[in-house]
């Protein structure tokens, strides 16, 4: 009555807030009226009811009381609607009438009726038996007395479905079906006004469920319950289907009939039945707490469902269906029945309650897999809850709790499901603990998930990421130590995105405030950016997934080039990714790929009408597998074999999963199901649904039938360990036929689509019977010409918010990738836009397919359609009109440009069967409206044609009258809050249509005006600021606009608009003016107003000093704790500082309180001076000079250094000064002068290194050699470490200054210095100690270099401060202008490989000259390397190759450098050497494995030119080491790939194919195939070109792998140095060369010859000095060993290693205790030592009494005495050399050997058991003087020690001929009866083993020294033609 007076001024949105607040404050009258002024019928009834209970005016009390626990057990089952159960879950319901309504609910399902709980609704049906229920005066319950299938009075559900083989006369009822009268409450009235609104709408959809197919024709007793009056309970009646005869008379009279339908959706745009709840006690303990949370229920399931949901199967359950048909229900619903089921159970008993079962495995033995008593029939456990007898469960099994797992492809429909589920949890006490554990992160591993994270929701990608992690190493990606990835893997993100949460963007009518939208908003953004910055410091993985489109676009083009074949693209790749690749006999093979002829003929088991050649496809493959290692791809067949081989190297598995359930199954490969079988603990219990017309997964070709092959092979390989059990094959596949999704307007058309499958591929997918939509419906909607703005406006039209969607959302848009939604209009980024593949398995009201057709893979195929549309019009001419024949429209096929048809090849246009199942599935995915538009009128014509050929779509060619298109489907205040959404996503066309709808001419104005420019002053003019600044900002005036919405009191907008038009201050003062002070000053911050900050900041802290009580806006909005005045003010000293504004940098700094911010600022900026002056006035004069003389002033530096008392720096100074005047001319004195008071100044300082290095400079001018002399001892001098690098250095001075005789000093001084070279590079390249990188760290100072703080990867250079590095650094000593570089410290790992390189390849360049013609194989890089030594020298120096021409080679020669490859390759592969260069790179652990690579490059080299330049048996040497790799978890996927392919390789042949791949996909290098030929105009011996022909290489080895080669001796080269020699000098004989080039090979070859001798002498010398350096070092190590022996017989001060006696013993310990040593411990300061320090005290002078008393003892002088006699014996008398040697006597002879002792020793074989047996004496008799201390025997072994060697004397010689004799009668023996060579298939183990060959005997010089090792010389096997 009063709202007539705001009419005008309050919209209905405006009532409806003000009730909203209204309530709040509990006025519900008013709140009542205010709804009624809104128009909102629902929440006025509230007000209404809550108003009524307030008040008290309920005619009887209400039990408040309730148990919910009784719903469970009540003689009537009761469902409700969903809006019942809204309607009870509403806050702004009372408590009090929530109760009423569940005590009246429980009252009517408890059969306590009478006519003063209900009564009959009037107008309603016969058919329909409604009442109503009365709360209060007027709220009703309105409830129907329904009949529904009962599941708890039915049969089992194994026997409904007919799986037991009884005959139906078994079953109470034929089929096992019982239907039962349930109490169906429909609606919670609580205004008696909106009754009869309620009632009509439950008419309605009873009378539209009567046009339902699924009904069903019911027959029960007769009902005579309501005969009498006086009925105190009612019980439900019985009923059975009508088939279902009964032969009795008396019976059929008492017989009624009844048919039964479901209830559909009463509004007439929706075509599904409805959904019904049961109300059960966890609805009703719901309903009474009130949770927050959101919360669902499982809805009550047909008959079928119900019976699949709950079957007990002894097998792997199949179901199959079309789209819509609920196999995506069945499967939650069962996941969360055995859920619910088990965790009853489970709490119960407090324990878990599941045994673990042994995994199945591989089977061994091949034969038992047709063993019947190994693949029993006895049943499995079906079940996961399913218990098991005592007596089956012994004490060590293993119990778990459940463990499900929910599997499939499709990200959103497991972000949906997973959803659902965790509503059902919600909802239950049972899940209680799981829903505590909700939101937390999913371990990285399996084995680590707790029992409450289960089930697991997982797509196949996340899945095959967890178990990769989850198995053992290696890893197919790299991972850190917890499991999770260390890369970003390209194309599918970080670890956070592959298992981030994927919710669907739902138009829920859940009312949510804009709060909450900006909360979330602001706890998203942080999320977002802790995100990135974690993607940020993860590395890119370098490989790259193929997918369909990578291998169509980039790799098909090159791959088919090579081959003259005509396929499309699609069909290769599905051949590759399901049978190749993806089938279960693939990865089942040893590398993962079937083998040609095996995937032929598995080709011909699965898909016989292949009209393809397949090993044309199969050469295909092999092009793309070599391509894609190539560029370092892989594609997820590499990952499944991985991880599957991975799987079956498990003995046992960490985890255990007890159910597995796999939605959408077609889009999976059989190796993909291989592993789901191989994890599941009883695959048995599996669970997989699937259509494989929606089979829209690229490459994946599956039927369900393949799947039942799949678990025959998993039957016949897979067998229990210490079970009977096994995998069951499934001989049944469950069907559901019925769409409870969309209806037969959208089916007829999909079934169009299925018309052309079968008639094109029938083959690709399982018929099945034809599925049926539940009630008829409009035809899809073809949209020929259509605006995008039309097509939003179409979309909001129909948009709809009373609708259930179980999985999905309300309307969407389907495109067919993501490129097409990038490029969506934005007028259609309205909604929800998803891919096709992304919208399978979920479903929606309305579906505009956009552009299926002009994006989609098929271009010309579409025309095959028009082939198919013409064979149907043959047969519609040719055949009598019948019931099955398709109608057509003969207009459309007069139609002229017609698209012409296309004959159909399967192999050219296979293609269109996946486009064609994409099609299928867009269109499935709609409950109510298609709508299909398409830009490319000439790809759509075909399928257009043939839609509306077919009559199946209304075309819909333009929406020129909107009202009459949708009048009836929405209100106009629906359409108004339409218009009010898309306003605010400013697209003001489709909301200026809108508003034309609502027929609200002012809001369509302001829209129409918002898309438009000039309107804005009308605006101004209406005093309408808001909508004038919208104008001005649609317009893009954004400052105008912003003035506008500043002056209108819009702070937030102006900041946004002054923000957009790049006015940073006023943005500020906006946000200032709203008391956001946070973003006022972060705005002035980015934009680098520091200044403007600053004063901002201080505004704010003199407002928050001032007041007391600060409003809380500001609080909300305080500034960020980084935003201090003190890091504004250096930010702002920063920024004037980089503009070259000094004077406000000065005064910037001088508010700086940090004084090492201002240094910083001044030397990043180069304020120098400035910097220095500040120094100099805190006093730090070090730091000053330091930065003069980084900065090349070292006058100034000196200066600053003598204003401070460190003499270091000022002789630093003086030093630097004088290496700068060093090169000025006139200028010695000066520097000479420097350089002595540098000298000063380090001696002052105690700086020995400093005064060295000055001395040495010294010296060398003065010429001074005893300077530099003392140079060098001041380096030795320094400490803690002797600069041995200064030495060096200063060593080289000694030389220089030394006199054509060398003092002998002056030798040893040069060797020493050899050996600190060497030192000093060690240390360089590898520090393995503190002690190492403390040395290099001093050796880096002296050098010049400096640790970088950013890196300590890294070194920086002074160039300025001329260090000594520059000599070296060529490209720094050339510019001087730099003031610091940086350096890598790793350059000195690859030095010696690098020079490796060199030496080789010179190498096979002497050996190629010497032999000519012989050609040898190099990659590119060994010839660049040649060739960038020759740039480093001089210009004028003879290249190397001319080196080579000119170089006379003799036979000596070549058998040196063939020793020296021989040495390399035994240190790079480590055969008779401790040194393994290949095993060390690979050993370490790091990151970086390019030397790895270098080294493992360098093998591959040496064993493709293996014959000429290296002999064969190196071949077997490098093979053993590099198979014998173990390779480190991080090394590089294409290292290990190589080596695994080196591993398998036959031949030379392979060897060089393998190192072709590797250099080509490392840097696109080439192997070059090379040879000597010497070009004298270019200077160049060595031709080549790049290496293509691997047919000249052998196929096998010459060595490895076979016997009998290894005691050949090396072929005599003479004659062929001979002819080499000779050939040369025909060679140069034939070359024409000028005058002059012959005097300069003249003087070349005079030059040569002096350096020869020079070298020579310089031999001569070096060995001797070399010996001399030997013997010294022999014999100090001999001393250092012997000391180290003895260390065990030591005297400590706890034990007497002489006397073998404890010195701390207890006696002794209370000797000194009880002797009182008071006097001692009362002479220390009690005060301050504390308690454990005296104690300490006391122990020490304890022991040190006890050892002083023991030394002066004469037991222990005698033991002493006797001890030295023994060392003397042992060691100095080489007694213990003696033994060694006997010991290597008698195992060479094999003197131990019974045989040997009969056969070839039988005539000495006493003399040989005497010297055993006095041998075996000495060794015991010196073992317990050892062990005993028995020092006193040591004269009876020095006896028995020279009868040994007396009786040795005598023997051996005797021993020795008579061995030698023996064998060379067993080397006559064996070649008379072996006169032929061993066959090469003989093993080499055999010929090693032979009894009768004995090796000689070896001779030993000592026990702790390795003999010489003579090098083998081995015969050169051929090796190039």
Known sequence: MYGDSFVETSSAADWEKRGDDIMKRCLYDVAAKCYKMAGHERKEQIATASSQLVN???????????????????????????????????????????????????????????????????????????????????????????????????????????????????????????????????????????????????????????????????????????????????????????????????????????????????????????????????????????????????????????????????????????????????????????????????????????????????????????????????????????????????????????????????????????????????????????????????????????????????????????????????????????????????????????????????????????????????????????????????????????????????????????????????????????????????????????????????????????????HKIYQLFLEYNHFKKQKFLFDESDLIYSIYKRLCNLEEQPWVLHGMYVDETQDFTQAELAILIRITQNPNNMFLTGDTAQSIMRGISFRFSDLQTLFYYAKKSLHAVGKTKSVEVPNQMYQLTHNYRSHAGILSLASAILDLMVEYFPESFDRLKKEQGLFPGPQPGLLEYCSPVVLAFLLQGHKRETSHIEFGAHQAILVVNDAARDSIPEELRLGLILTIYEAKGLEFDDVLLYNFFKDSYASKEWRVVTEFLEKLTQNMDTTDLGENLVQLDEEVLKQPSRPRPLTFNPNQHKVLNSELKHLYTALTRARANVWIFDESEEKRAPMFEYFKARRLVRVVSSYSKEESVFAETSSAADWEKRGDDIMKRCLYDVAAKCYKMAGHERKEKIATASSGYGFEITFLECDMLTEAALCLRNVKEYELAAQVFEKSGQFTEAARMYQRSKKPLDCSQCYEKLGHYNKAVDILYKEEMYDKAIDCLRRYTELMSKRQTMPQVILDHQPQDAYTEERLTYKSAELHARQGNKTKMTAALERLSSFDDKIKILVQHNYHDDAVDYLVKKGKTKEAAQLMLKNGEPAKALTAAEKGRDRAIIGECHFIMAQSLKDKTNMMEEVVKHLNKAVESFEAAHEKSGQAKALMVLANINRDKDMAKRAVKLFQAERPYSNEAGQVEAIQVVMDLSNEEFEFEDYVTIILGIEMIFRVIKTLIKQSSYQDKARAKLYYRYFGLYETDAKSSQLEIHPNEKPRCIKVIKDLAGDMTKKEAVIKRKGFRYVSLSVTFCFVSLSMFLLAKTAPGTRFVLPATYLAAVDFVDLSFAKQSCPIQELVHLFKPNYNTFQGFQDHLQTIVEVVCGRGSHMSLLQLYFMENKDDYLAAERCLVLTMVFLVNIGFFLPALCEDDIMKTTKGLQLPMSVPRRLSTTLQAVGRANGPSDIAAILQDLLYERENEHLLDCWWSWNARRRQGVQHHQLTDLSRFPKEFLVFGTAGNRDTERKDFSDANSQSNKLENDVLEEEEMTVQDRERVQKEHEQLDRQDKENEASKIILRLFKSISMKYRIGHLTKRVVQEILKEFDIKETFCGVCGVPLNSSESEEAVSSSGNQNDVDAMDSAALSLPAIADYMKATRSLETLKKHQTSQEHIEKNNQFEHFKKLYYEDEMLLCLSRLGIFVHDNKLCDPEMKSKAYADVSADIDQLLSDRDKVQTDQQNIVDNHSWEKTEQLRHDFLSLQQHCKKVQPVILKTFQEYQSKNKETTAKEQPCEPSPDVEEEETVQHEDVVPPPKTRTSHNQRPRRRRRRYPLAPRFK
């Open 56 to 614: 008290n005016v309920e005619d009887s009390p209400i039990k408040l009381t309730i148990d919910p626990s009784v719903f469970d057990n009540l003689e009537w089952e009761v469902e409700c609607t969903a809006d019942v159960w809204k309607t009870l879950k509403d806050k702004k319901v009372m408590p009090k009438m929530k109760q009423q309504v569940i005590e009246r609910i429980k009252s009517l399902a408890s059969g306590e009726w009478s006519t003063c709980v209900y009564k009959s609704v009037p107008n309603a049906p016969p058919t329909l038996k409604l009442f109503e229920t009365k709360l209060s005066k007027a709220a009703r319950i309105i409830w129907e007395l329904a009949t529904a299938f009962s599941p708890r009075l039915s049969e089992a559900a194994d026997r409904r479905l007919g799986l037991d083989n009884n005959p139906d006369e078994h079953f109470a009822v034929k089929g096992g079906k019982i239907y039962s009268e349930i109490i169906r409450v429909w609606d919670i009235v609580l205004d008696h006004d909106h009754l009869n609104h309620a009632v009509t709408k439950i008419i309605k959809s009873h009378n539209r469920g009567q046009n339902c197919i699924l009904h069903r024709n019911l027959k029960g007793i007769k009902d005579k319950q309501f005969s009498g009056t006086e009925v105190q309970k009612r019980v439900p009646m019985l009923f059975a289907e009508e088939n279902d005869d009964v032969d009795l008379v008396a019976v059929r009279e008492d017989q009624q009939s009844l048919r039964l339908y479901p209830p559909a959706s009463p509004e007439e745009t929706e075509y599904h039945i409805l959904k019904f709840y049961s109300f059960s006690s966890t609805l009703v303990l719901n309903i009474l707490q009130n949770h927050e949370m959101k919360v669902d229920f499982p809805f009550r399931v047909t008959d079928t469902e119900h019976a699949i949901i709950n079957l007990e199967s002894k097998s792997p359950i199949l179901l199959l269906g079309r789209s819509g048909t609920g196999k995506t229900t069945c499967c939650l619903n069962r996941l969360w029945t055995l859920f619910t089921a088990y965790w009853i159970h489970a709490k119960e008993a407090g324990d878990p309650l599941l045994p673990r079962e042994h995994q199945f495995i591989e089977k061994v033995d091949e034969e038992e897999a047709d063993n019947e008593h190994v693949l029993s029939e006895e049943p499995s456990t079906s079940t996961a809850c399913k218990e098991m007898d005592g007596e089956e469960i012994k004490d060590d099994v293993i119990f778990d709790h459940l463990h499900q797992l929910f599997v499939t492809k499709n990200t959103f429909l497991c972000s949906e499901i997973h959803k659902n589920f965790s509503d059902l949890c919600h909802a239950s006490d049972i899940a209680e603990e799981h829903v505590k554990m909700e939101n937390d992160t999913l371990p990285n591993i399996l084995q680590d998930v707790n029992d409450f994270l289960y089930p697991l929701f997982l797509t196949s990608r996340q899945l095959l990421l967890i178990l990769d992690a989850s198995l053992n190493p290696p890893y197919f990606f790299n991972r850190n130590d917890d499991g999770s990835l260390k890369v970003v893997i390209q194309g599918w993100g970080t670890q956070e995105d592959l298992f981030g949460y994927t919710p669907l963007d739902h138009d829920s009518d859940d009312e949510q405030s804009d709060d909450d939208d900006d909360q979330d908003d602001m706890l998203d953004e942080p999320m977002a950016e802790h995100a990135a910055t974690a993607a940020k410091k993860l590395k890119m993985d370098p490989r790259r997934e193929v997918t369909y489109d990578v291998f169509a676009n980039e790799v098909w083009p090159k791959i088919c080039k090579k081959s003259s074949v005509d396929y499309h693209p699609m069909l290769v790749w599905t051949e590759i990714k399901s049978f190749i690749r993806g089938s279960f006999e693939a990865v089942k093979k040893p590398n993962g790929i079937l083998e040609k002829d095996e995937y032929i003929e598995l080709g011909r088991k699965r898909a016989p009408n292949f009209s393809g050649e397949r």
